[in-house]
C-alpha cells in the first residue's frame, strides 16, 4: 500500500484528498494544526471508504513539528510515497497598505516557511538516492498567485506565487531522482477557508464570473491532486495545473 502525508488535511480541499487517496488504496497520514475533530472527522471519513489512516498534530510552519508530522507518517517501516503540501491560511480582505505586520508575519510563516518546510523534508525523504522510494509531491497553490487578489488578499497571492517557484525549482531538483513535483491553482472553491478571511459567501458570490458560471467543489480539486499524485501522471513534473473554471 502507497504511503500518503496531506497537510493541512482537517478540512476542505485537505479533507478531500484524504478521502479520494483512500479510495485509490492510499495509506494516509492527516495533519492539523488545532482542530482535533476536524482531523478526527476526516479519518473517519478515510476509513469509511475502507482506507486505513494515522493523525500527525502539527504546526507546519514549526520545524520540530514538520519534523515530527513525516516521523508520524514513515512509521512502522511505511515510507512515502506521496506528500501534499496542502496547509495554508488567509485573513480578513484589506489593501496592503491596511495590513500589519503581524498578519504579513503569520502569512508568510505558514504559506511560505511552512510550504518550504514540508517540501524540504520531503525531499530529504523520498529520493532514491536518500533511500526513499521516489514519489510524488503535490504543491496546493492558488489562482491568485496569477491574478494577484487586489484589494482583498495580495499578501496571500504573493505566497502562492511563491508556491509556483518553488514547484519549478523543485522539480528540476528532484526529476533525477525518481520524485514529481507539481502544483494545483484552485480558483474559487467552496470551502470554509472563505469564512476565515470574513467572507464565507465568496466562492458562491463570484463563482458565477468564472467561465464555468459557479464556484467550484473540493472534489474536483482533490481529483486533480490524486491524479498527479499516481502512474497515469508518471510523465507529468513542473506542471501548474489551474483547477479555476477558467478564470
Same mark, same amino acid.
Given at each position: 500500500?502507497?504511503?500518503?502525508?496531506?497537510?493541512?488535511?482537517?478540512?476542505?480541499? /485537505?479533507?478531500?484528498?484524504?478521502?479520494?487517496?483512500?479510495?485509490?488504496?492510499?495509506?494516509?497520514?492527516?495533519? &492539523?494544526?488545532?482542530?482535533?475533530?476536524?482531523?478526527?472527522?476526516?479519518?473517519? !471519513?478515510?476509513?469509511?471508504?475502507?482506507?486505513?489512516?494515522?493523525?500527525?498534530?502539527?504546526?507546519?510552519?514549526?520545524? $520540530?513539528?514538520?519534523?515530527?508530522?513525516?516521523?508520524?507518517?514513515?512509521?512502522?517501516?511505511?515510507?512515502?510515497? =506521496?506528500?501534499?503540501?496542502?496547509?495554508?491560511?488567509? !485573513?480578513? *480582505?484589506?489593501? +496592503?497598505?491596511?495590513?500589519?505586520? #503581524?498578519?504579513?508575519?503569520?502569512?508568510?510563516?505558514?504559506?511560505?516557511?511552512?510550504?518550504? +518546510?514540508? !517540501?524540504?523534508?520531503?525531499?530529504?525523504?523520498?529520493?532514491?538516492?536518500?533511500?526513499?522510494?521516489?514519489?510524488?509531491?503535490?504543491?496546493? *497553490?492558488? $489562482?491568485?498567485?496569477?491574478?494577484?487578489?487586489?484589494?482583498? &488578499?495580495?499578501?496571500?497571492? /504573493?505566497?502562492?506565487?511563491?508556491?509556483?517557484?518553488?514547484?519549478?525549482?523543485?522539480?528540476? #531538483?528532484?526529476?533525477?531522482?525518481?520524485?514529481?513535483?507539481?502544483?494545483?491553482?484552485?480558483?474559487?472553491? @467552496?470551502?470554509?477557508?472563505?469564512?476565515?478571511? /470574513?467572507?464565507?459567501?465568496?466562492? #458562491?458570490? %463570484?463563482?458565477?464570473?468564472?467561465? %464555468? =458560471?459557479?464556484?467550484g467543489e473540493a472534489d #474536483?480539486? /482533490? !481529483? $486533480?491532486i490524486v491524479w498527479l +499524485?499516481?502512474?497515469? $501522471?508518471?510523465?507529468?513534473?513542473?506542471? +501548474?495545473?489551474?483547477?479555476? =473554471?477558467? @478564470?
Amino acid at each position: 500500500m502507497k504511503s500518503l502525508l496531506v497537510t493541512g488535511a482537517g478540512r476542505g480541499i /485537505g479533507r478531500s484528498v484524504a478521502r479520494l487517496a483512500a479510495e485509490a488504496g492510499w495509506f494516509v497520514t492527516i495533519n &492539523y494544526r488545532s482542530d482535533v475533530a476536524a482531523a478526527e472527522a476526516t479519518l473517519a !471519513a478515510v476509513k469509511a471508504t475502507g482506507g486505513d489512516g494515522v493523525l500527525a498534530p502539527g504546526d507546519v510552519a514549526v520545524e $520540530a513539528d514538520v519534523l515530527r508530522m513525516f516521523d508520524v507518517a514513515c512509521a512502522d517501516g511505511r515510507g512515502l510515497d =506521496g506528500v501534499v503540501v496542502n496547509a495554508g491560511i488567509v !485573513a480578513p *480582505s484589506m489593501r +496592503l497598505a491596511d495590513m500589519g505586520i #503581524e498578519r504579513l508575519r503569520r502569512m508568510f510563516d505558514v504559506n511560505v516557511l511552512g510550504a518550504y +518546510l514540508c !517540501a524540504r523534508e520531503a525531499a530529504r525523504r523520498m529520493p532514491r538516492s536518500r533511500g526513499g522510494r521516489g514519489g510524488s509531491i503535490v504543491m496546493v *497553490s492558488s $489562482a491568485a498567485a496569477r491574478l494577484g487578489s487586489p484589494f482583498e &488578499y495580495v499578501d496571500y497571492a /504573493g505566497t502562492k506565487g511563491a508556491i509556483d517557484t518553488l514547484t519549478i525549482g523543485l522539480s528540476k #531538483e528532484l526529476g533525477g531522482d525518481g520524485v514529481r513535483v507539481n502544483a494545483v491553482r484552485p480558483g474559487l472553491i @467552496r470551502t470554509d477557508i472563505h469564512g476565515s478571511g /470574513g467572507q464565507p459567501d465568496r466562492a #458562491e458570490r %463570484l463563482g458565477a464570473s468564472a467561465p %464555468l =458560471g459557479r464556484p467550484g467543489e473540493a472534489d #474536483e480539486v /482533490g !481529483a $486533480a491532486i490524486v491524479w498527479l +499524485l499516481g502512474d497515469s $501522471a508518471s510523465y507529468c513534473t513542473g506542471a +501548474l495545473l489551474d483547477v479555476s =473554471g477558467g @478564470r
